[in-house]
């Protein structure tokens, strides 16, 4: 049985139960579990078929498939396993679930993204910013962008978020924007845009569901179909966590991440957009540094409830309340808190701590309570 790992299947529960990788109990009664010992690659297309082998030559349809299929396996310790999505859209009404304890590491991750220069705002209005750039090569309909640390012109940071196109571009883009209010970019306003050409989109139910780690999700959008839709974009769980690298945006779900029961997620540079909770973090019982995220234009930028997080160098923009924070820690470093209702809200025997390094913009309210004051239920918005 050379490179296979006895299986276990609990009849009761439907749950994979593995031995380990060293023993050598053979039961005749059980199937055996296949050894991915060396880094290996599978890939995604939109004309693939899930009855192919995951080839490059011949890839599966779904990344339903994909996980499905590398969770079956026993990953040694070590070795990385990418699965390659090619450029568009997948939709699915299916949650997306992997749940494989061995050590190895799993990595998603779109095969394009390309990159332009906003140079000014043409137009805004009726939910749709008109933007001049200065290139429209390898940019479509329905593509996302992600804006980043746009400056120049008139409340430039509003603009930053993970957007769709609409229309045919031409020498400008139009963006869907979900919340034109009485804030709006104008003039000459400059950014880098990043272009996803991956997009996952659910229709309905939830998106991604995790209770194993993963490596890295990368170069993709993940889509909801609204903002109050009740799913989560990605949620983790027990011992779910993924890194979501810096060309990587979520949107229009009701929660964007959701942490519980010791779900964790890196959110390094990513972008969530458009969601009743950017995150949402639930009893983690974890301490974790979240950094370089963009939460924009949602209703809740953060809401931890008796949690524990570092927000390093993290920007909130455009919330109705940029962290709100139920019985939680948060710690505070380089957060930068622009155009909010309210930018830190604590409650309920929560203590924020770090908030003169914060730089406020623009909010209704930058702390409630105010800074270094008793207030909300024994809460405190420490300087």
């Keep these: ?54 080839s490059s030559a011949t890839p599966w349809a779904t990344l339903e498939h994909a996980l499905r299929v590398i969770g079956s396996y026993w990953i040694d310790a070590g070795v990385t396993v990418t699965v390659y999505l090619a450029d568009g859209k997948y939709t699915s009404t299916t949650r997306l679930t992997y749940n494989n304890p061995t050590a190895g590491t799993i990595n998603i991750t779109g095969t394009h993204t390309y990159s332009c220069n906003i140079t000014s705002v043409q137009s805004a209005g009726l939910g749709l910013y008109v933007l001049n750039v200065d290139s429209n090569a390898n940019i479509a309909e329905d593509d996302y ?66 209770t194993s780690a993963l490596g890295s999700i990368d170069k993709l959008a993940i889509v909801g179909s609204a903002y109050n839709n009740g799913y989560a974009g990605l949620a983790l769980s027990q011992n779910g966590h993924v890194t ?18 010791g779900g964790s997620v890196a959110l390094n540079g990513s972008v969530i ?28 930028g953060f809401y931890l409830v008796g949690s524990s997080l570092q927000f390093s160098s993290t920007h909130f923009i455009y919330c109705d309340y940029g962290a709100y924070c139920t019985a939680s820690v948060y710690i505070l470093t380089g957060v930068l808190a622009s155009y909010n209702g309210t930018a830190l809200y604590a409650r309920r025997g929560s203590m924020l701590s770090g908030a ?16 270094d004051t008793e207030g909300n239920i024994l809460s405190y918005i420490i300087s």
């Design 1 to 54: 049985m050379a490179n296979q790992i006895p299986l276990i299947l609990n009849s009761s529960t439907g749950v994979i139960e593995r031995l380990s990788s060293n023993d050598t109990l053979c039961i005749p009664t059980k199937p055996p579990l296949l050894r991915i010992t060396t880094n290996t690659s599978y890939y995604v297309a939109t004309t693939g078929n899930d009855t192919n082998d995951g």
């Design 273 to 300: 957009t458009a969601c009743t909770y950017g995150m949402y973090a639930w009893m983690t019982n974890n301490f974790e540094t979240v950094t370089l995220p963009y939460i924009t234009a949602c209703v809740y």
């Design 356 to 371: 003169s390094g914060v730089s406020f913009t623009s909010n209704t309210t930058d702390t409630n309570p105010a800074l």
């Design 145 to 210: 962008v992600l804006i980043k640390n746009a400056t120049g012109g008139t409340n430039p940071q509003v603009l930053q978020g993970c957007h769709r196109v609409q229309g045919t571009p031409t020498n400008q883009i139009t963006i869907e924007f979900a919340r034109m209010g009485g804030v709006v970019a104008t003039g000459a306003v400059s950014a880098t845009v990043t272009v996803l050409k991956t997009q996952l989109y659910w229709s309905t139910g939830h998106g991604m569901w995790f």
């Design 244 to 261: 979501l690298s810096s060309s990587c945006g979520i949107t229009k779900w009701q929660y964007g991440v959701l942490e519980t029961s």
